[in-house]
C-alpha cells in the first residue's frame, strides 16, 4: 500500500492561507524552498485540489520566462512538471504537465490510488486533503510552520469526528525561524 502524506507550509496559528487566498507571508528562504524541491523529486504521485493545481501549473511550467529566475527555480519546475499528477476537479477538462483529470468521488479515488502499486504519494490543497484527513487516508502529516499570525483563512486541518493519533518522527529547523514537523499517523 502506498504512503499518503499531508505537506504544505502552514501559519503558526494554523493556515495554510491568509484570508483573499494569500500566501505572501510563506515565501520560503533557500533551505526550504530546497526542502520542497527535494520533496518534489521524490515524490511518485502528487493529488491536487483545483485551485492549487491552477496557482502551480500558471507558474511552474513558466517558470524559465520569469524575470531573476533562479537555478534552484528552474530544477523545481523541472521536477514538478515531470512528477505525475492526479488533479481533482469537476470544473477543469484539460490539464497537461503530466497530469491526469480525476472527477470521480475524491476518497474513493484516493483509496483506489492508495491500494496501487508503487512509491510515495503527496496531497496538496486543503479541501482535497480535507476529504482524504475525514477518511482517514492520510499517514503522514508535515507541517512546515512559519513564525507569523495571519488571524484566519484556510486552514490546515479540517473538522474531525474523531480523534488522531499520531507519533512526531522528526524536526527540523530552517533559518528565519522556519521549522518543520513530521507525523506518522498512529495505526
Given amino acids: 500500500m502506498r504512503k499518503l502524506t499531508f505537506a504544505m507550509n502552514v501559519s503558526l496559528d494554523g493556515y495554510v492561507a491568509a484570508p483573499g487566498d494569500d500566501l505572501g507571508w510563506s515565501a520560503p528562504n533557500d ?3 530546497q526542502w520542497w524541491s527535494d520533496r ?9 485540489g483545483r485551485r ?12 524559465d520566462q520569469q524575470r531573476d529566475v533562479t537555478p534552484e527555480q528552474l530544477e523545481y519546475a523541472r521536477r514538478w512538471m515531470e512528477m505525475p499528477k492526479a488533479v481533482f476537479s469537476s470544473t477543469l477538462s484539460t490539464l497537461g504537465w503530466n497530469a491526469r483529470l480525476v472527477s470521480g468521488d475524491a476518497a474513493s479515488e484516493i483509496a483506489r490510488f492508495k491500494s496501487e502499486d508503487g512509491g510515495p504519494m503527496d496531497i496538496g490543497g486543503a479541501t482535497l486533503a480535507a476529504t482524504a484527513m475525514r477518511a482517514g487516508l492520510i499517514d503522514e502529516y508535515i507541517l512546515v510552520t512559519y513564525p507569523v499570525l495571519v488571524g ?3 486552514p490546515f486541518f479540517t473538522p474531525l469526528d474523531s480523534w488522531v493519533n499520531m507519533n512526531l518522527v522528526e524536526t527540523q529547523s530552517f533559518p528565519d525561524g522556519v521549522h518543520l514537523t513530521r507525523y506518522e499517523t498512529r495505526r
Avoid at 518534489?40 to 491536487?48: H, K, P, Q, R, S
Fill in 31 to 33: 533551505e526550504v524552498f
Fill in 40 to 48: 518534489v523529486g521524490t515524490t511518485e504521485l502528487a493529488l491536487y
Fill in 52 to 63: 492549487l493545481w491552477e496557482g502551480m501549473s500558471s507558474f511552474w511550467p513558466h517558470a
Fill in 152 to 154: 484566519g483563512g484556510t
